[in-house]
């Protein structure tokens, strides 16, 4: 199928990161964790993290809430039967130790981390109610970040970041392969009056800049990328405080736990707060952001390698809370659907309904294109959102604190 370029406009990220706002937000993961009132560990106070060179941190959530966002978006679709997983590789974040960086006007010693998730999955509709071969979409969805957080000094940090759609499907003779690439990189300074120890009831406020430059990259068939260069700037005031005690559930029949100080962030601009609960040793254990009543990312960690019982060369980094190495997570998903959105608004799946199945096969490969074509000019004027207001709240999300 040859699908015309004006048809696979470089909007796909975008379409998504509004739709992501505007559709349904569900309580999900309920199941991960339980928050419990405060545990005989008693826990005041949480410290640095002590980082070792390979350290990692295994994050679940995001999977299902990436599944459970496109099975949303297609929910009222006539024939649609649903999202299937094929294969995951959940959320890791890895310790790379220090190298020398610049950030804006900084220069130093910067900690850095590596991130990466992968999610395969089909997408399925009834048998010959589309012009796919089985009536299926396979996709897959990877995801790259390398992070890097000022030492000895608050409030600066570099993320870059790769999304990379694939979508394959069969249809009208062909065998199609769809790309779409997002390259952003995000360079943050804060500014602010921030306590000496991270204890109850501390409370402080900050203020963010956060400066990105994008490039997002299309193409069919691997024939010729079609780009397109993209800036963009925010300021955002947060308030911070520390709320107190929880344990977090997680496991198999949540019957692990992990003891936790939780502390509270409000984006002022949009009233959105996001909950971070961390280990006595400082790393995260469980993040969670709501807005009007409703949970719109959560993930826990659910597996991972602190080196810190026996001698070995570590990475200490001041002011720790600051940092925002999980600020992927919420990219992943914000851009993952969109790229996946892009994936599917991209392949129009209109059967053509005739009563001659020979007739069918006939006119397949003209008559069908013509008709995707027009669908696919069709789906993307349907859409329309409010570009600032979606900026904004996925701005407000991406304070998630290093692990």
């Known amino acids: 199928m040859n699908l015309p370029h004006s048809a696979v406009i470089l909007k796909s990220a ?37 980082y070792t060179t390979d350290d990692w941190f295994l994050y679940q959530g995001y999977t299902e809430q990436l599944v459970d966002q496109l099975s ?64 299926t979409l396979n996709m897959s969805i990877s995801y790259t970040a390398t992070h890097w ?7 600066w940090e570099k993320l870059d970041t790769t999304t990379l759609t694939i979508t394959q499907f069969s249809g009208g003779g062909e065998d199609n392969f769809l790309e779409h690439e997002l390259q952003e990189v995000a360079l943050t300074r804060r500014i602010g009056t921030f306590p000496e120890t991270i204890q109850i009831g501390e409370l402080w406020d900050v203020e963010k800049t956060v400066q990105v430059s994008g490039l997002e990259r299309t193409r069919e068939n691997r024939g010729l990328w079609t780009e397109d260069e993209y800036n963009r700037s925010t300021v955002t005031q947060l308030s911070y405080q520390v709320l107190g005690e929880r344990g977090v559930y997680y496991g198999v029949d949540n019957t692990k736990l992990h003891d936790t100080l939780a502390i509270q962030r409000v984006d002022l601009g949009d009233n959105t707060t996001t909950i971070d609960f961390f280990r006595e040793e400082g790393f995260l254990a469980h993040t969670e952001t709501w807005q009007n009543g409703t949970l719109l990312l959560s993930a826990t960690l659910t597996d991972f390698r602190y080196y810190v019982n026996e001698p070995h060369a570590s990475t200490m980094s001041t002011n720790w809370l600051l940092p925002t190495v999980l600020i992927c997570m919420v990219v992943l998903v914000v851009i993952g659907i969109g790229a996946t959105w892009f994936g599917i608004s991209t392949v129009p799946k209109t059967r053509i309904e005739l009563d001659d199945a020979s007739t069918l096969d006939s006119v397949a490969d003209s008559e069908s294109t013509q008709k995707k074509s027009s669908g696919l000019i069709e789906k993307a004027q349907e859409k329309t959102f409010d570009v600032k207001e979606i900026e904004s709240k996925i701005d407000s999300l991406d304070d998630i604190d290093e692990t």
């Open 72 to 135: 949303d978006a297609w929910q009222d679709e006539q024939n649609f039967e649903g999202v299937t997983l094929t294969t995951r590789e959940e959320l890791r974040v890895t310790q790379l130790g220090t190298e020398s960086c610049t950030i804006l006007t900084w220069s130093g010693d910067c900690v850095k981390a590596q991130m990466t998730h992968l999610v395969n999955f089909t997408v399925d509709w009834q048998d010959n109610t589309t012009n796919y071969e089985n009536d």
């Open 14 to 50: 975008t379409a998504l990161n509004r739709l992501m706002q505007t559709s349904r937000q569900a309580l999900l993961l309920a199941a991960l964790f339980v928050i419990s009132l405060p545990t005989a560990m008693a826990i005041e106070s949480i410290g640095e993290p002590n």
């Open 149 to 155: 957080k000022s030492r000895g000094t608050a409030g």
